[in-house]
């Protein structure tokens, strides 16, 4: 099991992002549109800049649905390597047939 501070990060950084992300996208239009001034997109740029690092989407770290691990998860299961193989050999995951030899 992952420390439970690390997994409420990063759900904390899901909500922000999810609700940034809004005013992320205008800000990041404004300033990839050449045809407004320059002196506007710097102030883009800068408001950008001074929204919190953990309302980025790139922040987010892809953890397991169950144990909160971290590392070697799949995106289409939410659930890392170990999770999806005790749930495999249980029979919970319909369509994984745990290989045996």
Same mark, same amino acid.
């Given at each position: 099991m992952a420390k439970k501070s690390s997994v409420e990060k990063n759900n904390r950084r899901k909500r922000m992002a999810k609700n940034a992300a809004p005013k992320r996208a205008r800000l990041k239009a404004i300033?990839?549109?050449?045809?407004k001034p320059?002196?506007? &997109?710097?102030?883009? *740029?800068?408001?950008?800049?001074?929204?919190? /690092?953990?309302?980025?989407?790139? !922040? +987010?770290?892809? &953890?397991?649905?169950? *144990?909160?691990?971290?590392?070697?998860?799949? /995106?289409?299961?939410?659930?890392? !390597? +170990?999770?999806? &193989?005790?749930?495999?050999?249980k029979g919970l995951v319909p369509g994984l047939v745990k290989s045996s030899w």
């Open positions: 300033i990839a549109d050449k045809t320059m002196e506007e &997109r710097f102030a883009a *740029t800068l408001k950008l800049a001074e929204m919190p /690092r953990n309302s980025s989407a790139t !922040r +987010i770290r892809n &953890r397991c649905e169950l *144990t909160g691990r971290p590392r070697s998860n799949y /995106r289409k299961n939410k659930l890392s !390597r +170990i999770a999806l &193989r005790e749930l495999g050999s």
